[in-house]
């Protein structure tokens, strides 16, 4: 069963790629054809199986052989490892599982142009005050730290706000040893990064939500 959520989770996030990619080139995701982006060719049923298609053409497009974006596996990959996290067979785990798409979302929409329209923040902000177990002084408190860090960081810029968005919300759902770990996990990440690829900045939301999931499969594993 749990392979089965995994696959519903892929195909969840081969659709959530499209989103990202169509609204960031303008194009409307829900008209249109899949294509591939090199030679612009129509794809078939079955280059559009999530995972399978990928490995089959070993990554890279039938017609015209250019290497296909591993970005568009990993995608698809995180998405049912989503589903496999938090299949959605109650109210708790729909909550937790549509706050971990929402997150990814933003996250593929960060790693294609460094940002997110911020109304997609909307819906995981309800989602994270319904998950949200902290009592509501707490909460206030966090939102109001929160609220000041943007000020703050409009004069300097030191951090982009989308990361302060979703570093808000994480400290709202998780306790703050457990949201601690996951930011220097993040941190480490993109060190590692920067280092290996001697850049000076780089996208931190997919860090983030990469490293949200591997706490979270560690409690899973743990717990079992």
């Not at 392979?3 to 659709?15: D, E, K, L, M, T």
Request: hydrophobic share 50%.
């Amino acid at each position: 069963m749990l392979f089965f959520w995994f696959y519903v989770g892929c195909c969840c996030g081969s659709f959530l790629t499209v989103v990202a990619t169509r609204t960031v080139q303008g194009t409307s995701f829900q008209t249109g054809r899949s294509h591939c982006q090199w030679c612009q060719r129509p794809l078939r049923w079955w280059e559009l199986l999530p995972v399978l298609s990928f490995t089959w053409q070993r990554g890279r497009c039938r017609t015209c052989h250019r290497r296909l974006p591993w970005s568009l596996l990993v995608w698809e990959v995180t998405a049912g490892w989503c589903f496999w996290l938090s299949p959605p067979v109650n109210q708790t785990s729909c909550s937790w599982l549509l706050f971990l798409l929402s997150f990814q979302l933003l996250s593929t929409f960060d790693s294609i142009c460094w940002g997110f329209p911020t109304w997609l923040l909307v819906f995981p902000s309800c989602l994270a005050f319904v998950i949200s177990q902290k009592p509501l002084p707490l909460v206030i408190s966090y939102t109001l730290l929160y609220l000041l860090l943007l000020m703050i960081n409009r004069k300097g810029n030191w951090i982009g706000n989308g990361d302060l968005d979703l570093l808000w919300l994480l400290l709202l759902v998780f306790p703050l040893t457990a949201w601690c770990g996951i930011v220097l996990l993040a941190s480490l990440f993109g060190l590692g990064w920067l280092l290996s690829t001697r850049k000076r900045a780089l996208p931190f939301l997919p860090l983030l939500f990469g490293s949200t999931l591997l706490y979270l499969t560690g409690l899973v594993c743990f717990s079992a």
